[in-house]
T-cell receptor
Framework: AAGVIQSPRHLIKEKRETATLKCYPIPRHDTVYWYQQGPGQDPQFLISFYEKMQSDKGSIPDRFSAQQFSDYHSELNMSSLELGDSALYFC?????????????????FGQGTRLTVV | GNSVTQMEGPVTLSEEAFLTINCTYTATGYPSLFWYVQYPGEGLQLLLKATKADDKGSNKGFEATYRKETTSFHLEKGSVQVSDSAVYFCALKKERGFKTIFGAGTRLFVKA
């Protein structure tokens, strides 16, 4: 079965550079989430999109921006990179089904992009 | 707000020992509850889930029961293996489209 695809898997950037991470959700999934996981930390929610509109916002720095495109893939753009941005960035996708709260599907996670800022 | 609290690690066990990792949650309404596992250098994998009170999720010998009265979702396994060494995250997700909220993670080491 198709899974969430993230690219690149590894990325090394210098301070103050820009990085773009890409996420391709599971086909027919309409919601994408971005998470940041620092070393030894739990995943921290950054931002999510539902049907190409931002649906929720977490601890995403102003230097970061994201969007979801017409084909439902999403990109996380990170500018003015800092050493502290070094982390594993996960994308997840889910499908909103039905109209009742109990029809709730779990999020499926990609393998992540490991960003190292030097 | 919504949150997940799980026991601190690391947890170190010998092979074939019994495992319990405690997890409690705070949420309004009726969240779905999950356990994710993260092996070294890998992404998050869904281990098991429960979507309503008294549901029991199970997979690969792991089990967890959704207890609404105690707002808990403790993870158990009767006999752990070295290959179970990983970090385990308890998580909740509310109504459709809502983000998944994770606990801090519990690292498990299993010794041969």
């Amino acid at each position: 079965a198709a899974g969430v695809i993230q690219s690149p898997r590894h990325l090394i950037k210098e301070k103050r550079e820009t990085a773009t991470l890409k996420c391709y959700p599971i086909p027919r999934h309409d919601t994408v989430y971005w998470y940041q996981q620092g070393p030894g930390q739990d995943p921290q929610f950054l931002i999510s999109f539902y049907e190409k509109m931002q649906s929720d916002k977490g601890s995403i720095p102003d230097r970061f921006s994201a969007q979801q495109f017409s084909d439902y893939h999403s990109e996380l753009n990170m500018s003015s990179l800092e050493l502290g941005d070094s982390a594993l960035y996960f994308c997840a996708s889910s499908l909103v089904v039905g109209v009742r709260e109990e029809t709730n599907t779990e999020a499926f996670f990609g393998q992540g992009t490991r960003l190292t800022v030097v | 707000g919504n949150s997940v609290t799980q026991m601190e690690g690391p947890v170190t066990l010998s092979e074939e020992a019994f495992l319990t990792i405690n997890c409690t949650y705070t949420a309004t309404g009726y969240p779905s509850l999950f356990w994710y596992v993260q092996y070294p250098g890998e992404g998050l994998q869904l281990l098991l889930k429960a979507t309503k009170a008294d549901d029991k999720g199970s997979n690969k010998g792991f089990e967890a029961t959704y207890r609404k009265e105690t707002t808990s979702f403790h993870l158990e396994k009767g006999s752990v293996q070295v290959s179970d060494s990983a970090v385990y995250f308890c998580a909740l997700k509310k109504e459709r489209g809502f983000k998944t909220i994770f606990g801090a993670g519990t690292r498990l080491f299993v010794k041969a």
